[in-house]
Every structure is written in structure tokens, then in C-alpha cells.
């Protein structure tokens, strides 16, 4: 959900929200209320506790009262003068906070309130007010009181007045009541509803700040080997900007391996280098030390001393080739210069290059090629050259047979040309064949090995080859022999009708 559609509902449920629930809570302890105070009070089913009037609903209070005193009236109006039946009608009243006044004539012989001497003088003359139980009289001053008169005449024909008189100064305690327990419910409902949409809130912003927060510490702390664990479904601003650090924590994750592997791997080339380096440059300083000393006394030795010499030198120029090209490989920069190559003379010519060196080694050389005379490729030719040599060179250092051999066959495989390399070596072992095309990995790494190598050949044959669109894999038995493998796409004319 959208970070904007959250703030939507956010605003909606904290105005509407509150609003309807204290609407219903306001209508349920007013009817709650109602019933009430009609059960306690007889009121027959015409309480409105929220009316306006609220002087009506005083008036409602008394009128059940109002009607059993007016029935003992007409029975027999000279039980008013008895205390006992005064005290009983000005008890019910009370509980419906009135009490009575009884006047005979000018004279006042029973007042049940604290406030009637206030009032007297202003009570209605006999006559003065229309009986019925709808009617009454306001009076005002320091105190406010609903006043209802109800007239009469004595068994002995003198006139009598009896009022019910109610404070009307405040409210009902009932509706006090009600009013305070809406108060605290509304109150309560806007408490519950913050809460509420805080929690919501904190869960689908804060915490996700939060994560973010530690992260960035964790971060600015060089650890990134931490993970921001993203909860699901979550695709709002927040969530997106989650999974970006996320995937920035991982790219910045590999790059800082990618830096540590390419300095190790670094260091290792120059390791390797250096040694390879050592070891003709030490042979090339004895052979010259022995011609300086005269150690090389005739021209059959002398000539010897120098071929060493000049072979040890050609050694440390391709190493020094290698490492110009490993350089010219980290950068993207190998200089390609492709035409088109027949296949049946370019290998041949290739064969015969590499041929004279390796009579002079001993190795027997075969070369088998089964593609048709006009088969062409593109490719460039001095960097395919450099794939046969490199691959070659790596054979012959690794040959372990009194008679080594090495076999270069090219082979037509459709649409592409298959050449194979294979040599009676002591093989590769099987844990090893997967990382062999791997920059720097050597399958013996001891630097005590007389093997040397700056463990860089078959990376840049592997290069070499993806970059003209073709593919690369060896197969190997150890104790048996290595054979690598690479395919070229053939070159086919475009015929336009």
C-alpha cells in the first residue's frame, strides 16, 4: 500500500472513525440512560434526557406524583393535615429532587425544602395557576424552581394549595452522570483510535525506518555482511527504498569482494612474476658469469652459453607479454583486428611454426585437419595465434612421458569448427578441470614448482576465444593426458536475391 494511500486512511479513520463510534456510544448511555430513569422515576416512556427544555423534562419527573396526590385530594383533602402522610408525599418527591409546600389560606403548615421561605411570597394566589399536569410556573432569582399548584378546598370549605416545587439551578445528576460518561467515553474512543493508528503507523513506517536506521550504521561501520530483512507484501515508498538499500548493501557487498579478490589476485600475479621472473634472470646471470670467468673455454660451449641466454630472455618476454595483455584484458581494451582466415592454412601455418620447437624438445607433433580447403572464419589472426601458443605452451610444460606427444585436430561440427588440443601429460585432476580457465589458478601451487607460469595463460585463451563468439572446456585423466577444446563459428557468405 502507498505511503500516500496510508495518510489517506489515516486521516479518515482519525476524523470519521472516532466520530461514529462516539455517536453510537453517545446514543447507547442515552438509551441505556432513558430506560433508566424511566423505570426509576415511572416516567411512561416520554424521557428525552437530551432535550433542550430541560425544565420539561423536570416537570416529567413529578407527574406520576402529581397524579396520586391529586386522587387523595379529591378523596379526602384533610389527610394533608396528618405529618405522617405530609412526610410520606414529600419523600417521594424528594426522590425526584422536589419537595411540597402546603398552603391553607395565607397560612403555610408543611414545607419539605431548605429553599421554601424563599419562595413564598412569590407563590401563586389560590386560583392563581391553571391545574393540569403540563402546566407550572417558573420563578427566578438566586435559585430557579419549577412550581406546580394544585388548589382545593378543606373539609371545613376553607381554601388550599399545594405546590410542588423543583430546583431547576443545574442539570439532572442523571444527565450530569450520562454527559460525564460520555465525556470519558469519547475521550477513551480518541485515546483507543491514536493508539491504534500509532501502532499502524510505527509498523509501516518506523520500524522500516528503523531497520534503515541500523543499517546505515552497520554500513558506516564497514560490516556488510548483514541482511535488511523486508517484510512481505510490503511495496509502498518505504518498502521500495527498503529493498533498494538492500540491493545497494549487496552490489556494494560484491564490489568490496570484487576490490579484495582483484588485490589478492593482484598480488599473487605480481608474486608470480616476480618469481618467474627470478629464475632466468639468476640462469641468465651464471651463464654470463661463466663466459665473464672463462668458464666457456671453446666455441661449441660459448655457443651454448648464449642460446640459454637467448632462450631464458625469451622466456621473461612472454611473461612480460602476458602481463601487457592481462592489463590490456582488465580494461577491455585487447586490440581485435578480424578478417577472414582459411582454416585448412592458417592452422597449417600455425603447425609449422610451432613445429621446429617442439623437434628441438623431443615432443612428436601430429596434426590432423578434417575440414574442406575453402572453409573460412573470422577472426583476428595474431590473438588465435596466441590461443595456440598459449594452449601448446601449457601442454608441453606439463609433460611427464619419456616420448611426450601432442596431437592438434580440426574437426567440421556443422556450423562451426571444432579444434582439439590433447597431449599425453600427467592430466588434471577432476576437482581441478572446472577453475583450470580461471585468472591465477594453478593446479600446483607450490611456488617451489619447477613449472612456473604466471598462472594467467588459459584466462586469456578463454577471453580470447568468448571474444570471437566462441567456446571453450577441456577434458583430462590424470596419468593419462589433457585435451582442451574450442569451437569458432565458420564464416558463410550472405547471398541477396
Avoid at 509502498?236 to 576490490?259: A, H, N, V, Y
Avoid at 581485435?336 to 609449422?352: I, M, P, R, S
Wanted: charged residues 25%.
Amino acid at each position: 500500500m502507498k505511503l500516500k494511500t496510508r495518510l489517506a486512511i489515516s486521516f479518515l479513520t482519525i476524523t470519521l472513525f472516532p466520530t461514529l463510534l462516539a455517536i453510537l456510544c453517545f446514543w447507547g448511555l442515552s438509551s441505556y440512560q432513558t430506560r433508566a430513569m424511566e423505570k426509576i422515576y415511572d416516567m411512561g416512556g416520554q424521557v428525552e434526557l437530551l432535550n433542550v427544555n430541560s425544565v420539561q423534562l423536570w416537570n416529567q419527573m413529578t407527574q406520576n406524583v402529581q397524579r396520586q396526590i391529586r386522587r387523595e385530594l379529591t378523596k379526602n383533602p384533610d389527610k394533608f393535615l396528618e405529618t405522617e402522610f405530609q412526610n410520606e408525599i414529600n419523600s417521594q418527591l424528594q426522590t425526584r429532587y422536589s419537595y411540597m409546600i402546603l398552603r391553607k389560606q395565607e397560612q403555610i403548615l408543611y414545607c419539605g425544602g431548605a429553599t421554601g421561605d424563599k419562595i413564598y411570597e412569590h407563590l401563586p394566589e389560590y386560583k392563581g395557576v391553571t391545574d393540569n399536569l403540563e402546566n407550572g410556573i417558573y420563578l427566578g432569582g438566586d435559585t430557579q424552581h419549577l412550581v406546580k399548584q394544585m388548589d382545593f378546598l378543606f373539609s371545613d370549605e376553607t381554601e388550599g394549595s399545594l405546590f410542588i416545587v423543583t430546583e431547576v439551578d443545574d442539570l439532572l445528576p442523571e444527565v450530569k452522570s450520562m454527559l460525564s460518561e460520555m465525556f470519558f467515553a469519547a475521550i477513551l474512543i480518541l485515546c483507543l483510535t491514536g493508539a491504534l493508528m500509532t501502532m499502524w503507523v510505527y509498523q509501516s513506517i518506523w520500524r522500516p525506518l528503523g531497520k534503515l536506521k541500523e543499517a546505515t550504521k552497520n554500513i558506516r561501520d564497514g560490516n556488510l555482511d548483514f541482511s535488511l530483512d523486508l517484510e512481505e507484501n510490503n511495496d509502498d515508498e518505504i518498502g521500495q527504498l527498503c529493498q533498494d538499500f538492500e540491493e545497494m548493501r549487496i552490489r556494494l557487498k560484491e564490489s568490496t569482494e570484487e576490490k579484495a579478490q582483484f588485490d589478492r589476485e593482484n598480488k599473487e600475479l605480481i608474486s608470480n612474476i616476480s618469481h618467474d621472473l627470478k629464475t632466468p634472470i639468476t640462469a641468465i646471470k651464471g651463464y654470463v658469469e661463466g663466459i665473464m670467468d672463462g668458464v666457456a673455454s671453446s666455441p661449441e660451449k660459448l655457443d651454448r652459453y648464449i642460446r640459454v641466454i637467448y632462450n631464458k630472455a625469451n622466456d621473461m618476454d612472454h611473461l612480460i607479454d602476458e602481463l601487457t595483455f592481462y592489463s590490456k584484458i582488465d580494461t577491455n581494451r585487447i586490440p581485435y583486428n578480424y578478417t577472414k582466415l582459411n582454416v585448412a592454412q592458417y592452422f597449417g601455418d600455425c603447425v609449422e611454426d610451432v613445429g621446429l620447437d617442439m623437434e628441438s624438445k623431443g615432443i612428436e607433433l601430429g596434426y590432423f585437419n578434417y575440414v574442406d580447403e575453402n572453409v573460412l572464419i573470422i577472426a583476428d589472426p595474431e590473438q588465435l595465434r596466441k590461443v595456440i601458443n598459449n594452449i601448446i605452451g601449457n601442454s608441453v610444460k606439463y609433460l611427464d612421458k619419456k616420448k611426450g606427444i601432442i596431437n592438434i585436430r580440426i574437426l567440421d561440427d556443422g556450423d562451426f569448427i571444432h579444434v582439439g588440443i590433447e597431449d599425453n601429460g600427467k592430466g588434471i585432476p577432476v576437482k581441478d578441470l572446472p577453475y583450470i580457465f580461471d585468472r591465477f589458478y594453478r593446479t600446483d601451487s607450490s611456488r617451489n614448482s619447477s613449472k612456473g607460469g604466471s598462472g594467467i595463460g588459459l584466462s586469456i585463451v578463454k577471453k580470447i576465444i568468448e571474444d570471437h563468439g566462441g567456446r571453450i572446456w577441456a577434458t583430462s585423466k590424470e596419468g593419462i593426458g589433457t585435451e582442451i577444446h574450442f569451437v569458432l563459428r565458420k564464416y558463410q557468405e550472405v547471398v541477396h536475391e
